[in-house]
């Protein structure tokens, strides 16, 4: 059954699809130069446990390999 989450509560492995950017426009237009868009498909490369503020979501979007801090990955909704 799938569900939909924030992407930063994904763990290490997990494979998902993007549904929703919910950010202002600065946001959205970062995210997206980035190569992250609503439909693309992403696996989580690395999502530590360790404190949100200080660590990042190494994320691999189709050959790109991107990090997001858990600030902007928590604007990210995806379905798993």
Excluded: W
Aim: proline fraction near 1%; charge should be positive; hydrophobic fraction near 40%.
């Amino acid at each position: 059954m799938s569900r939909s989450v924030s992407l930063d509560s994904l763990e290490t492995g997990a494979t998902a699809r993007v549904l929703a950017l919910r950010g202002g426009r600065e946001f959205q237009h970062r995210i997206q130069s980035l190569g992250l868009s609503v439909g693309c498909e992403l696996y989580v490369m690395q999502n530590d446990s360790k404190p949100k503020n200080e660590s990042a979501v190494a994320i691999r979007v189709g050959d790109t390999r991107l990090m997001i801090g858990h600030g902007m990955a928590q604007k990210v909704i995806v379905r798993q």
